[in-house]
Structures are given as structure tokens and as C-alpha cells.
């Protein structure tokens, strides 16, 4: 149990690093929870900040996502020894839920991060590398269906477990579980927008709408 402890908060420090906060380090301080919606993730600094600087936040929250659940397991730490009652699968998705955890709340910024998606892509990669081209479409399409991008951002998260239920092997359960999980936290972590689209108020981003209605405005953020 010290080397799952140990690795989970490892994994937690990692997903703590926010892109945004980075790079907006690297812009002279800049703050991107202080401007538009006041997400740290991925689409308010595109919004706010342009694409270059939106490209390297996105890098940066997938790569957290990438290191907690393809490097963190596997690493030799001073003084803890690997525990041989450990099942590695589930101390992989334990280090990957972590490195999600860490981006949504991040000790090194108030516990004020974003909202988990690009960081759980990154964990997607190494655990189900399959799975991201139908998980970026069907965001793409419920995107440019409803211009929200909320909306497309728990869809995609949804039919994760959706589609493992149904197609994958039983000796896929951990990897149904964690995605289930992650989808449940998604949907938790999104609740402010989906109380905006109940109320009506939520904003889109009609430009990318194949059914484009008048009015409406442009997307919030979410990441």
C-alpha cells in the first residue's frame, strides 16, 4: 500500500502542473482563471490567449495525463519497494485517476484547476490508445450538432464505458471501471454548465454548428 500511496501522490504533483498556469508564466504572468470563463483549461485559453498559446496547455494537461499512467507506475522510488500483492493494472489507473484529480484540483494554484478532460485523454493513451479517434468524434459531433462544448466534452466521456460494456472482454472490467468513473467525475465537474443549458444561458459557439441557428454565442470552456 506505500507504493500505491507514494505513486498516487506522485501522480497527484504531476497533474497539479496546469498548462495554463505555464504557459502563462512563460507570457509574464498571465492568468487565465481571471479572464473569460475563468477555466484553466484548453478552450478559454484559446479564447483568451490565441492558438499558440492554447496549443502548449493542451500539450502540457495531456502530457500530465500521459507520464501519470505510463511513467509513474513503472518508476523506481528511493526507499519504496514494489509491492508484490499489487496488482500493476490497478496502480496504473489509480496513478492515472490521480494525475486527473491533480488537473481539476491542484495544490499549487488553490485547488483551482480545469475540468479533467485533455489530462484524461493523455492517461487514454497509454491505457487505450484505441479508443481516442472514436472518442474525438463523437466530441466532434455532438460539437458542431449543439455548439456546446460542454455538452460534446460528457458525451465523449460517456460512451467510453458505454462502448466497453458492450464490446471489450471481461478482462477489461478495470479499464470499464475507470472510465466509467472518469465519466461520472466529468459530468460532476461540468454540473455548472449543465445548469446553464437547463436555464438556457449557456453559451455556443455557433460558428461551429453544421445547423447553425440564429443568436447563440460563442463556447464556453471547458477542458
Given at each position: 500500500m506505500l507504493e500505491l500511496g507514494v505513486k498516487f501522490l506522485i501522480s497527484y504533483f504531476i497533474g497539479s502542473l496546469m498548462g495554463s498556469m505555464i504557459m502563462g508564466k512563460l507570457?509574464?504572468?498571465?492568468?487565465?482563471?481571471?479572464?473569460?470563463?475563468?477555466?484553466?483549461?484548453?478552450?478559454?485559453?484559446?479564447?483568451?490567449?490565441?492558438?499558440?498559446?492554447?496549443?502548449?496547455?493542451?500539450?502540457?494537461?495531456?502530457?500530465?495525463?500521459?507520464?501519470?499512467?505510463?511513467v509513474v507506475p513503472e518508476l523506481n522510488v528511493p526507499f519504496i519497494a514494489e509491492d508484490p500483492m499489487l496488482s500493476r493494472t490497478w496502480l496504473t489507473l489509480c496513478c492515472s485517476a490521480a494525475a486527473v484529480l491533480g488537473h481539476v484540483w491542484p495544490i499549487y494554484h488553490g485547488f483551482k484547476g480545469g475540468k479533467g478532460a485533455g489530462t484524461l485523454i493523455g492517461t487514454l493513451v497509454i491505457l487505450g490508445?484505441?479508443?481516442?479517434?472514436?472518442?474525438l468524434l463523437i466530441w466532434a459531433w455532438v460539437l458542431v450538432v449543439s455548439g456546446?462544448?460542454?455538452?460534446?466534452?460528457?458525451?465523449a466521456a460517456s460512451a467510453l464505458p458505454i462502448y466497453l460494456a458492450f464490446v471489450m472482454q471481461l478482462e477489461d472490467q478495470p479499464?470499464?471501471?475507470y472510465t466509467a468513473v472518469m465519466a461520472m467525475c466529468i459530468i460532476f465537474w461540468h454540473?455548472?454548465?449543465?445548469?446553464?443549458?437547463?436555464?438556457?444561458t449557456e453559451h455556443r459557439n455557433t460558428g461551429l454548428m453544421v445547423f447553425r441557428r440564429k443568436g447563440g454565442g460563442s463556447s464556453d470552456e471547458q477542458s
Open positions: 507570457r509574464g504572468g498571465v492568468d487565465i482563471r481571471t479572464m473569460g470563463s475563468g477555466n484553466a483549461g484548453g478552450t478559454n485559453a484559446l479564447r483568451t490567449q490565441g492558438l499558440i498559446f492554447a496549443v502548449g496547455v493542451v500539450i502540457i494537461d495531456i502530457g500530465k495525463g500521459v507520464i501519470g499512467a505510463g490508445p484505441n479508443l481516442i479517434i472514436g472518442v456546446f462544448v460542454g455538452l460534446a466534452t460528457m458525451s479499464l470499464f471501471i454540473r455548472s454548465n449543465i445548469q446553464r443549458m437547463r436555464d438556457g
